[in-house]
């Protein structure tokens, strides 16, 4: 049935929009402008039904803007693994992974580490740098105190067995990355290491929404790194030769004791010989450490229990025996330790605790 009202309407659109619109279904977005133009909308001053307006109606544009990517404003933080990045370095640019073949400017190299992130990172802020290192009886060494003291630098420690093995370590660097990604504390880690075990701790982060890049030290052949932690990795980056020769140094080594000190391995030495060690060992550890570090020590006479341990551990493996039983040789090893450093650092005639051996 036909509805009368139907014609209302077509008279009503044509009167709007015009005749060759309505019968020939012309493109009215095309005549009249797109959808998001601001205009204004004409031909309906005079239609039926709508009440007079003072003038053309404005359609409210709808305000569309083109957004570029955003800036990197999240948080980072820095996992420093000190035992591979100082083994790596040390083989790269010394020859030798010993720590005591070469010299690391702790700073210079944290710096380095943090100009590094700037450039991943120009727009992100550093929580701060972890620095995971082994220590006996997880006490700083003067070194580590001196990197404690650096501002956005937490020294986190694990511990130093007989032969100076890192033990500890991983799992110290783990529960970090974990804890912090669980917190949303950080948005990216940095994660310089090689060592297999973090493979988990990587993929514990990831799930939180970290990003977790992987930094390794150029190695001096082969690999350096294992294999299932890279892969893990969003993004690795390589520090390369020339960053590592701004922070190390290559020592050359005092030569080996001579017939004076030989002894027979495993036997007891002479309280002479002891307190000769103990004047072998300072002088070896102010090449290796540093003489800035060990003036820390001075004027004495009490050694740090750290520094006390490791002068027993050093003088043992040069023994091949045991002095934890024998306290006079205990005390003749500290006398020579003094002695030269004393010597050293000019406080010529400076009693130490206990008198020096009869020689």
């Known amino acids: 049935m036909h509805d009368p009202g ?18 020939t ?80 400017d702790a700073e210079q190299l944290i710096t380095g580490l943090i100009d590094e992130a700037r450039t991943v990172f120009p727009e992100g802020r550093l929580l701060r ?8 009886e997880r006490v700083h060494t003067v070194e580590q105190r001196q990197i404690a003291e650096l ?20 799992s110290l660097i ?17 994660v310089i290491s090689g060592d297999e075990d973090l493979v988990s701790a990587v993929e514990a ?6 990003r977790v890049h992987l930094w390794g030290v150029e190695p001096a052949y082969g690999t350096n790194q294992a294999d299932p932690l890279v892969w893990e990795a969003d993004v690795t980056r390589m520090l390369h030769r020339e960053f590592c020769e701004t922070c190390v140094t290559p020592v050359i080594l005092p030569p080996s004791s001579g017939g004076q000190l030989a002894v027979q391995p495993g036997a007891p030495p002479t309280a002479d010989q002891a307190w000769r060690i103990g004047q072998e060992i300072a002088k070896r550890w102010l090449v290796v450490r540093g003489r800035e570090n060990l003036a820390d020590l001075m004027p004495g006479p009490m050694l ?17 025996y045991s002095l934890r039983p024998h306290e006079d040789l205990r005390r003749a090893l ?13 406080i010529a005639g400076a009693d130490p605790l206990e008198g020096s051996p009869t020689r």
């Not at 783990?174 to 940095?190: Q, Y």
């Not at 982060?205 to 970290?210: E, H, L, N, R």
Request: hydrophobic share 40%.
């Open 25 to 104: 279904g012309g493109n009215l977005v095309a005549e009249h402008g797109g959808p998001l133009e601001d205009h204004p909308v004409a031909g309906f001053e005079d239609a039926p039904g709508l009440p007079e307006m003072p003038g053309a109606f404005t359609r409210p544009a709808v305000l569309v803007q083109s957004v570029s990517p955003p800036l990197h404003f999240g948080t980072h933080a820095l996992f420093v693994d000190v035992g591979y990045v100082y083994a790596a370095m040390g083989l790269l640019v010394a020859g030798s992974a010993e720590r005591r073949a070469f010299r690391v």
């Open 205 to 210: 982060a990831q799930s939180y929404g970290v």
């Open 304 to 320: 740090p229990q750290a520094i006390d341990r490791g002068l027993l551990v050093d003088a043992e493996s040069v023994l091949q």
């Open 174 to 190: 783990r529960s970090d990355l974990e804890s912090l990604a669980r917190n949303h504390a950080i948005d990216d880690a940095v």
């Open 334 to 346: 500290r006398n020579g330790f003094w002695d030269r450093l004393n010597q050293e650092f000019g």
């Open 129 to 136: 740098v972890y620095w995971y290192d082994g220590a006996r």
């Open 151 to 170: 501002p956005d630098v937490k020294v986190r420690l694990g511990n130093l067995n007989a032969h100076n093995q890192q033990k500890g370590v991983d």
């Open 6 to 23: 139907e014609d209302d309407v077509r008279s009503g659109a044509t009167a709007a929009f015009g005749a060759d619109a309505h019968e």
